[in-house]
């Protein structure tokens, strides 16, 4: 079965620091996203983006983040400047090219970053 | 606006008897609403998916949930647990356009041997 995969799974890095996590998406979908789950709370949206551009993001995507797709089989999401508030599990997620409302997500297995 | 409310942070269940797992939501639009399981250090696999079609959707592991739009509530049903079913269960409502999600807060659910 087609899956998403992120790397790397388990990332630590000083608070300042910059960070890029990674995540392939499966082939045939068209939309991306990350999410952000802070341990023991809920499972936050961050963003989507289709067709090369941001489609949505929500009040946790500041200017600190950015989102990529540098050559079409990889999405990534930069945090510029790392903060210990940053520490969380983030998800990347793709969906059918007909949207998520239809088909769902299919969810990466996560990437923790840890800032110190 | 849309949100989602889990009633339950915590279910516990001895193996082979019921499990429902409660869930209600709010939408401007005509919902889309799944469930996604998170076992312990792993992603979030959908369970089910309701998208305005039968009300009464059938997933994956022998899990249903039943869509009910005068009560606003999706809840999520198992006739018999299995040890293999405890793990974190999130109840997630789409807007229109799919772009974003609203995940409720989750509920645990243990299974006692």
């Known amino acids: 079965e087609p899956e998403v995969t992120q790397t790397p799974s388990h990332q630590v890095t000083q608070m300042g620091q910059e960070v890029i996590l990674r995540c392939v998406p499966i082939s045939n979908h068209l939309y991306f996203y990350w999410y952000r789950q802070i341990l023991g709370q809920k499972v936050e949206f961050l963003v989507s983006f289709y067709n090369n551009e941001i489609s949505e993001k929500s009040e946790i995507f500041d200017d600190q983040f950015s989102v990529e797709r540098p050559d079409g089989s990889n999405f990534t999401l930069k945090i510029r400047s790392t903060k210990l508030e940053d520490s969380a599990m983030y998800f990347c997620?793709?969906?059918?090219?007909?949207?998520?409302?239809?088909?769902?997500?299919?969810f990466g297995s996560g990437t923790r970053l840890t800032v110190v | 606006a849309q949100s989602v409310t889990q009633l339950d942070s915590h279910v516990s269940v001895s193996e082979g008897t019921p499990v429902l797992l409660r869930c209600n939501y709010s939408s401007s639009y005509s919902p889309s609403l799944f469930w996604y399981v998170q076992h312990p250090n792993k992603g979030l696999q959908l369970l089910l998916k309701y998208t305005s079609a039968a009300t009464l959707v059938k997933g994956i592991n022998g899990f249903e949930a039943e869509f009910k739009k005068s009560e606003t509530s999706f809840h999520l049903t198992k006739p018999s647990a299995h040890m293999s079913d405890a793990a974190e269960y999130f109840c997630v409502v789409s807007n229109t356009g799919g772009f974003k999600t609203i995940f409720g807060a989750g509920t645990r659910l243990f299974v006692k041997a």
């Open positions: 997620a793709s969906s059918e090219p007909t949207g998520a409302r239809n088909y769902g997500y299919t």
